[in-house]
């Protein structure tokens, strides 16, 4: 691992509770994983994984107060769930305070809760490590997203937006509309 990340990787260990900063090494190893799988940038995977939930730990009035001060868009969603707001920051953060300025690492951070139509390969890359690396809670389809992800990213993405929007409709939990938005597209490349 280069300085860069060693670096960012000791700073994020003080700033993340420790079942965070497990959870975000396994994103980093798993996103290394699938960029060698499918051909991406190795550099980007390993960057976007471990700062993917670098404002995570930042409690929700502080999340709200920080966009306000940055300018970074509040939905009413968000402002009813403030946890949504972490990758939003995160993406700030991982530009302002870490110094990260490929846009391509900066977006798959950013969208990595939500995902977006037309998702690039990092995006995709990393919606899905934070979904399944290892020391994720195993859920009921779990082995096939994990073997999707090696082998038809496109479905194992779209496997997992459709798990989620039925579990959030299913809990009655906010929903994102990006993230329908999201699911419907991909529904459709089907």
Do not use: W
């Not at 709200?64 to 509040?74: A, F, W, Y």
């Not at 991982?94 to 139509?117: C, F, M, N, Q, S």
């Not at 037309?118 to 389809?141: C, F, H, Q, V």
Request: charged letters at 25%.
């Amino acid at each position: 691992m280069n300085h860069e990340l060693t670096f960012i990787q000791n700073e994020l260990k003080k700033e993340l509770d420790e079942p965070r900063y497990q959870h975000t090494l396994g994103v980093m190893y798993t996103a290394s994983a699938m960029a060698m799988c499918h051909g991406a940038d190795l550099a980007q995977a390993l960057t976007a994984g471990l700062l993917h939930d670098c404002a995570k730990c930042i409690p929700a009035d502080e999340k709200i107060r920080m966009c306000k001060e940055h300018e970074i868009p509040v939905t009413d969603i968000e402002y009813a769930n403030p946890g949504l707001l972490h990758a939003k920051l995160g993406a700030y953060l991982a530009e302002e305070k870490y110094g990260i300025l490929d846009p391509v690492i900066l977006d798959a951070i950013r969208y990595h809760t939500t995902g977006r139509p037309e998702m690039t390969l990092m995006d995709k890359i990393i919606y899905i490590s934070d979904y399944m690396e290892p020391g994720r809670k195993e859920l009921p389809n779990m082995n096939d997203v994990r073997y999707l992800a090696f082998h038809d990213i496109d479905a194992c993405l779209y496997r997992i937006l459709k798990d989620s929007l039925e579990y959030l409709n299913s809990t009655g939990k906010p929903l994102d509309p990006m993230t329908a938005e999201t699911c419907q597209y991909y529904e459709n490349k089907r």
